[in-house]
């Protein structure tokens, strides 16, 4: 049985054509940087949950469109996930993926009728992609000082397979010399006859000439072919 009811239809059809225009801005920026994540997909999202907040609300009003928002919160967040990838330390798509979450918000608001509520949180979305990205690339080409920073810190020495386990102990003497405690030692076999010893440091931040003299003082044993450290951003 086909149920029409003009006001209601009018209503869905103005939030979603709100949330179309909306997202549409979002998503041609999004489509402009070739994000994974672009037009199509930002207005997909944004109509989709603007069409079920609608749909909520016609059929249990502010509850429904309540409760289908939530679900409408909770689903996009898988949607999001799948934009999101991760390498080693490396991770990709976290800013795709938030604003998949706010052009879903987006649809939310206009798909309940709040207008302007939508094109306030449409222009913050925005600034924060674009006016924001000066801000950005000025901080990343700031110099990185471990001294201050959060990382996690290792101390690589390279050896024979034989002489592992006096490298090992006389890393570890190193280190604590130094008072910087150890979260792990592992021993990894770079080949047949090189072996490379890594030291997780516990701490977060570290005085980068003390780290130097420790490298300095293991590369001088005759069982170390090579000593440095090396740093990664925490996430």
Known sequence: MIKFEFWPAADLTVGVFVAFVLATLIGAERQYRQRSAGLRTNVLVAVGAATFVSLGFRINGSAGASQLAAYVVSGIGFLGAGAIMKEGSKVWGLNTAATLWCSAAIGALSG??????????????????????????????????????????????????????????????????????????????RSDEITEVVATLVSTSVEPAELDAAATKLAASPHVSHATWSSNADE
């Open 112 to 189: 309940y009728g709040l207008v302007v509520e939508a094109c306030v949180v449409t222009a913050a979305v925005l600034a924060g992609n674009t006016l924001l990205r000066p801000l950005v690339d000025a901080i990343n080409r700031a110099p990185f000082d471990e001294r201050t920073s959060e990382a996690t810190y290792e101390v690589h020495v390279m050896t024979e397979a034989e002489h592992v386990g006096e490298v090992r102990d006389l890393l570890i003497e190193a280190l604590e010399e130094a008072s910087y405690p150890i979260r792990d030692v592992e021993v990894l076999e």
